[in-house]
């Protein structure tokens, strides 16, 4: 368990661990049973200090001039991330990009089940998306608290996020997954996560232009 020092970890450092996670699965798939800070750094681009200040926020101590045990540092990563209890999660907003999110079944490898939708349109409740029933919002509330749920996907149109955030508030939903551009208002209590597709996408077009920009220059 890592050490509770009253301090949150850095957000970048928790940003980085599911690549060092990927990295050591690949390596144990390999029968590496040892890695150095070095060889992790080395792969992912990092310097050697760096990676050991993001793995020290797991609590794991690795031996000097030795590493780390592999299969210990990914269970000490996936400890700390809550990937080894998965968490169920309801989504609210079952449009197109709700509808892949509920079949993907990726999310699993990483702790997370979404186990059922919610929706205001008629024609969504009863529906059954991946196997998995899509409800109306007002039943949020009674079925979080019945089934324990404390995580929510939110996938709804920008106009509506606020009050299907309020919706989720009040259904004691803890952690919000955001998927609106929307910035949304919830008691301190609540975490939110902003998946920020806009400003992803506009470094995506910016690179791009920039890489054609740099091509033409070249060949003139």
Not at 2 to 7: M, V
Request: aromatic fraction near 6%; charged fraction near 20%.
């Amino acid at each position: 368990m890592p050490e509770d020092t009253g301090k949150f970890a850095p957000l970048p450092s928790i940003r980085r661990l599911p690549a060092y996670l990927r990295l050591l699965q690949s390596l144990r798939a390999d029968g590496r049973d040892v890695v150095s800070c070095t060889h992790i750094g080395k792969e992912l681009g990092l310097v050697c200090t760096q990676v050991r200040k993001d793995l020290a926020v797991t609590g794991i101590v690795g031996k000097p001039k030795v590493g780390y045990n592999v299969p210990a540092l990914i269970a000490s990563i996936e400890e700390f991330l809550g990937w080894n209890n998965p968490q169920d999660a309801f989504l609210v907003g079952v449009g197109s990009l709700g509808r892949a999110l509920m079949g993907y079944q990726g999310f699993q490898e990483y702790g997370l089940r979404i186990v059922a939708g919610f929706d205001v349109d008629p024609a969504k409740i009863g529906v059954e998306v991946h196997g998995k029933k899509v409800f109306p919002l007002e039943e949020l509330g009674n079925t979080a608290a019945e089934m324990r749920v404390l995580v929510g996907v939110l996938t709804v149109p920008a106009a509506a996020a606020q009050d299907a955030a309020r919706s989720m508030v009040q259904a004691g939903i803890r952690a919000i997954w955001n998927y609106t551009p929307a910035t949304l208002e919830v008691p301190p209590s609540v975490v939110v996560e902003d998946v920020k597709l806009s400003a992803s996408l506009a470094v995506l077009s910016s690179r791009l232009a920039e890489s054609l920009r740099r091509e033409k220059t070249e060949s003139v």
